[in-house]
């Protein structure tokens, strides 16, 4: 490690929130260099992290997950924790205006020396922005922070990419647009370790309150990744700060779970594990798709089966043979 990385090593470790943020810049950087030496920091500073908690938030532009970041992690600094929050948001760039907005929503959190709060750029492929996150939560964990809250925007593919980063996967719901079983259709319900009916205020009360039964019975079918896990609905008022205490204490209770069901660093691990071979052949694809022959083979192959002249199956078998042969070459 060169002399400015050192610096900047230590500073994390002292909880410096400049250093973070620019350590979590050179994580973000595309330049190859500042890949190297993200991945040298990184490394040194895994085995420093402070014990955390990683939760993820989920929930359709407009359910009030930045406004409940705010309220939860309001809730949290005051009962002791230091609290990191990354909101990953594909609507907008760095100078977009909806970071903006979300710096509004957050604004008392913003202010509080005990929390630190980052938008991060979703520019890119998902596999880029997935990693920056998760090698992000990494230096959060290393400044101190022991809570972090990653926010991402309901966008399918998004949605599981935050969820295999996280201790503990949160969807927003809000009451009333008569929609509210939609999640169950889009496969992000079975996701989701809670589920927190949102804006349950003023007028909405109500229809919060229905909701509420509708989802769960509605999940009383579903299975939950752990078996005596039955994800629970919460109602809450993010505006209000309502139900906080309900949910943190949600979170608390799955965890305890996943520590007795093998413990919450080995899952940790494992999630790990996955990641590097969802990187691995995320770049095999891709260095296979670029080779000159291969490429050609499948632009003919395309063509061929595309007009009718080769049944898919044959086509994918001649292709692998090709990749095959390359291989063998080595
Ligand atoms: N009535 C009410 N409005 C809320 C609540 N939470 C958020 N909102 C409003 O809903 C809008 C969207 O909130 P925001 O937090 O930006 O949603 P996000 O897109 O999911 O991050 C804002 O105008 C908030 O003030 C709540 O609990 N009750
Ligand atoms: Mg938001």
New binding site residues.
Partial sequence: MNRSLSTLYEKILAADRVALARAITLVESNRADHFEQAQQLLEKLMPRRAPSIRVGIT??????????IEALGLFLIEKGHKVAVLAIDPSSSRSGGSIL??KT?MEQLARHERAFIRPSPSSGALGGVARKTRESIVLCEAAGYDVVLV?T?GVGQGEIAVRDMVDVFLL?QIAGAGDELQGIKRGIMEMADAIII?????A?RERARAAQGQLRMALHYLDSGLPEWKPPVLL?????GRGMDEIWETVRRFLALVEKNGGLEQRRRRQDVAWMYAMVDDEIRRMIREHKAVSRALKESEHKVGEGSLSPAHAALLISDRIRKLLERE
């Fill in positions: 929930g359709v532009p407009g359910a009030g997950k930045s406004t409940l907005g979300d929503r926010e925007m927003i949102n804006k349950a205020d003023g909405n809450a008022s993010a505006l209000e």
